[in-house]
């Protein structure tokens, strides 16, 4: 695996008596999309906002890239870019007048590296245009742009797809997917909604009251479980006696429908073995666990104390 950029060792905090966040341990790779999941109130914000040194921790300790951010926070934060609330900018500049603004309060920043990051987040043809003019989608790009002039290798985002339509969401999705493959940014992405991570994060955690219940990686759990197969054939009988033989799996039998849970990979062979015996199929249908029915289970009904 690949180098751990960030890592959470027992991370708490309590505020007045109550233990808003109850020790989380994990560690961001680089080259990643990591998904940090939870119901509102979890502690998705109070994590984040220790993780770039915005609160302090009560206990416990932030290591980004060697660097502890409680004792050594100028070293840790150099690594990091974060926008925690909506992106700051001035609407009567242009998107490249901001960057340079932005540019200018941090040692070391080329006008080379301005157009690069630029490019990363794909507003070359509309940079000029004063930023007010800019839609929801690219003004969250040109934060992004702006949170990764410094090369950061860690890139932290607050609920980024937030109020964005369904354009600008698969806008942001591409180009954080490409600094994390193209880069090697490791990126953490906040989010309460469940296919948004689905489809963005190769890794997630899921919090529920200030605890982590679950990391688990998306794609890989996704392909190796069992998919639950409808199958409508007739005869019934003999179709459950011969789907019972072919995937060794408990069938069950409605009116005019089998329904078992195989591997998604073994459906054509069964179907041609059901042909070949005589059996007519009418219809397949495919129901894969999604993850929100996982993150439901973990959760569970009434998900914040
Ligand atoms: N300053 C504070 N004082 C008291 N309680 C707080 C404070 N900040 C956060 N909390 C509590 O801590 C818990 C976690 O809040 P947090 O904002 O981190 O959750 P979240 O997962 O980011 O939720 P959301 O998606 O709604 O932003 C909540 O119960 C919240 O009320």
Redesign the pocket.
Same mark, same amino acid.
């Given at each position: 695996m690949s180098e751990a950029v960030m890592q959470l060792k027992n991370v708490k905090k309590t505020? &007045?008596k109550?233990e808003?966040i109850k020790g989380l341990d994990f560690e961001i790779h680089a080259g990643e999309v990591f998904g940090f999941l939870?119901p509102? &109130?979890?502690?998705?914000?109070?994590?984040i906002r220790m993780m770039v040194g915005l609160i302090q921790m009560t206990e416990g300790d932030v290591v980004i890239k060697g660097h502890s951010i409680s004792r050594d926070f100028k070293q840790a934060i150099r690594h990091v870019g974060a926008i925690v609330e909506n992106p700051e900018m001035y609407p009567f500049l242009s998107g490249w007048k901001n960057l340079v603004h932005y540019a200018r309060m941090m040692p070391g920043i080329t006008e080379e590296r301005i157009h690069e990051v630029v490019r990363l987040v794909g507003l070359e043809k509309r940079i000029k245009e004063k930023a007010g003019k800019y839609s929801l989608g690219m003004r969250q790009r040109l934060g992004i742009a702006q949170a990764l002039l410094h090369n950061p290798s860690v890139l932290i985002l607050d609920e980024p797809t937030n109020g964005l339509d369904p354009s600008g969401i698969r806008e942001i999705r591409a180009y954080i997917r490409k600094l994390a493959e193209e880069e090697g940014v490791a990126v953490i992405v906040?989010s309460?909604i469940l296919s948004e991570m689905e489809m963005m994060c190769d890794r997630m955690g899921v919090?529920k009251n200030?605890e982590l219940i679950s990391i688990q990686m998306v794609h890989e759990t996704q392909q190796r479980e069992d998919v639950e197969v409808v199958f409508t054939a007739s005869p019934v009988d003999q179709s459950a006696t011969v789907l019972k033989e072919l995937t060794g799996k408990d069938v069950e039998a409605g009116e005019e429908t089998l329904t078992v849970q195989m591997a998604k990979e073994a459906i054509p062979d069964v179907v041609s073995e059901l042909v070949q015996k005589g059996i007519r199929i009418y219809g397949v249908n495919i129901h894969t666990s999604t993850l929100e029915d996982k993150f439901l289970d973990l959760i569970g009904e009434g998900a914040v104390e």
């Open positions: 505020i &007045g109550k808003i939870g509102n &109130g979890a502690g998705k914000t109070t994590t906040s309460h919090i200030g």
